[in-house]
């Protein structure tokens, strides 16, 4: 009974240790702490495979070598042209404010409206109208593309939609030279 203890005791520490050593250590390690890394010296890891279950299939034996993952998908014509709408209304002064959020159309005064087309439309005709990121934060994705005008300077539209398709956030801005 007191070997029992005694060994349960023993294998809980042991299984205490690896979680006290992935902690974040509260301070920068100080140099008579940190080993030294000896030239020439190895470090022997062995992965064991996963026990793997009788239902699943063994995979197929190719000699093939895999596909690489696809790369990340680059802009789609559909939003690019989504935005380019969203730019070319504000531009004109003239929005649907159906097409926008509840939020948005608070924030979208009309002389607001006003002020932002005459500026927009001061900077001449459209150069290219580029996809440069898109940003993901849980539910909420913002598209930002660069808009290179007439005239200086260029431009970036952040714009993003809700589930409904319509506009939930936008803004309009120089890009730093």
Same mark, same amino acid.
């Given at each position: 009974?007191?070997?029992?203890?005694?060994?349960?005791?023993?294998?809980?520490?042991?299984? &205490?240790?690896?979680?006290?050593?992935?902690?974040?250590?509260?301070?920068?390690?100080?140099?008579?702490?940190?080993?030294?890394?000896?030239?020439?010296?190895?470090?022997?890891?062995?992965?064991?495979?996963?026990?793997?279950?009788?239902?699943?299939?063994?995979? &197929?034996?190719?000699?093939?070598?895999? &596909?690489?993952?696809?790369?990340?998908?680059?802009?789609?014509?559909?939003?690019?042209?989504?935005?380019?709408?969203?730019?070319?209304?504000?531009?004109?002064?003239?929005?649907?404010?159906?097409?926008?959020?509840?939020?948005?159309?608070?924030?979208?005064?009309?002389?607001?409206? &006003?002020?932002?087309?005459?500026?927009?439309?001061?900077?001449?005709?459209?150069?290219?109208?580029?996809?440069?990121?898109?940003?993901?934060?849980?539910?909420?994705?913002?598209?930002?593309?660069?808009?290179?005008?007439?005239?200086?300077?260029?431009?970036?539209?952040?714009?993003?939609?809700?589930?409904?398709?319509?506009?939930?956030?936008?803004?309009?801005?120089?890009?730093?030279?």
């Amino acid at each position: 009974m007191i070997v029992r203890r005694l060994l349960g005791g023993a294998l809980l520490s042991g299984l &205490a240790v690896p979680l006290l050593a992935a902690a974040p250590h509260p301070s920068a390690p100080r140099a008579h702490d940190v080993l030294p890394f000896l030239p020439g010296a190895r470090v022997f890891a062995r992965a064991e495979p996963a026990a793997r279950d009788q239902a699943s299939p063994a995979p &197929a034996a190719t000699d093939e070598p895999q &596909a690489p993952p696809p790369l990340a998908t680059g802009p789609t014509p559909e939003i690019t042209a989504r935005a380019r709408a969203v730019f070319e209304a504000n531009r004109a002064g003239k929005i649907d404010r159906t097409q926008y959020t509840a939020d948005m159309n608070g924030r979208i005064t009309d002389a607001e409206l &006003a002020r932002a087309s005459v500026e927009l439309r001061s900077l001449g005709e459209v150069k290219s109208f580029t996809q440069v990121r898109k940003i993901t934060q849980g539910p909420i994705t913002l598209y930002v593309f660069r808009i290179e005008l007439a005239k200086a300077p260029v431009i970036e539209q952040v714009v993003g939609w809700n589930e409904a398709g319509q506009v939930r956030f936008l803004q309009f801005g120089a890009v730093p030279q």
